[in-house]
């Protein structure tokens, strides 16, 4: 039987064959998860022995690794805001610059004078409006009044949202739509009861030239949750023209809208937006890293 240190020597060699960027980390990661421990266990367990099994295992997540597939894909989850989050190939990994988009809608959400209700546009994991609301509900704001609703066009995502969302413990205050970004919440026709809407999107806002130099990792991840066509607007522009279409089917008279972005889009998104709903304004929420992240638009019908 190999020792840990052994193990984690040539994993590593491995990983960096094939040019990984982090190859001691993520030897580290995968043996950490083969062996249900933290990271500081290896370190303490050096001369710890494996199992066969347990050997063959983490080698098979090498030759993953190796293969540049996502670790979060190997693992089955990622961390996100205060959570880990069921993950596979049919949703988008959950990136940390989408916390910025859940920070800015919990605090448009704590700041209501009205009952309001929320739709998370495509929303893939159910990362964000799972954290949302658990980030209200551990706030203590009184959500009795809201309405959460969550779209996406793939079965198959919307089956992880949902997962995540009874995972979290938040299931019986989101209910899941299918369908393409707001038609199926349009068709409820009644579903807004107040004056309040709030529109979450994290849409596909890769444009074909990024589609065209995609990192060997992203690529693994589902293209109809990147690309978004030769600007990479064309999803939030449809997104807009479906928002047009509220004005006949319930009576909020106010659309908070926020979206998640590319830094070199937010002059042509708030351009649309504008164009759209002309009493509208529009400022702009920067990551961590310091860029244009989340656009946040209030709009008066």
Not at 65 to 75: D, E, G, L, M
């Amino acid at each position: 039987m190999v020792t840990v240190a052994e193990l984690l020597k040539k994993a590593t060699e491995q990983l960096h064959a094939h040019h990984i960027d982090t190859p001691d980390l993520d030897a580290e990661v995968l043996l950490s998860w083969v062996l249900n421990r933290d990271r500081a266990w290896l370190f303490v367990h050096a001369d710890a022995r494996l199992t066969v099994v347990q050997k063959e295992k983490f080698f098979r997540v090498i030759q993953k690794r190796s293969r540049r597939v996502p670790i979060a894909y190997i693992t089955g989850s990622k961390p996100f805001y205060r959570s880990d989050f069921i993950v596979n190939q049919h949703v988008l990994i959950p990136r940390p610059e989408t916390e910025t988009l859940v920070e800015e809608a919990v605090r448009a959400l704590g700041d209501k004078r009205h009952p309001a209700t929320v739709v998370d546009v495509g929303t893939g994991s159910g990362c964000i409006m799972v954290s949302v609301v658990q980030e209200l509900l551990a706030r203590s704001e009184d959500i009795s009044g809201m309405r959460f609703y969550a779209t996406d066009i793939s079965h198959k995502a919307l089956r992880i949202a949902k997962k995540n969302a009874k995972k979290e413990g938040v299931a019986k205050y989101i209910t899941f739509l299918h369908g393409n970004l707001l038609e199926p919440f349009l068709i409820l026709q009644n579903a807004v009861p107040t004056k309040k809407l709030y529109i979450l999107a994290n849409l596909p806002y890769l444009s074909e030239v990024q589609m065209r130099n995609l990192q060997q990792e992203v690529a693994h991840e589902p293209r109809e949750a990147l690309d978004g066509g030769v600007e990479g607007l064309a999803y939030y522009r449809k997104l807009f023209a479906q928002m047009q279409n509220m004005r006949r089917v319930q009576r909020a008279s106010i659309i908070y809208t926020l979206c998640e972005i590319e830094p070199v889009q937010a002059t042509t998104l708030t351009s649309e937006i504008c164009k759209n709903f002309p009493r509208t304004t529009v400022r702009m929420r920067k990551d961590l890293q310091g860029n244009d992240r989340v656009l946040l638009a209030l709009s008066n019908l």
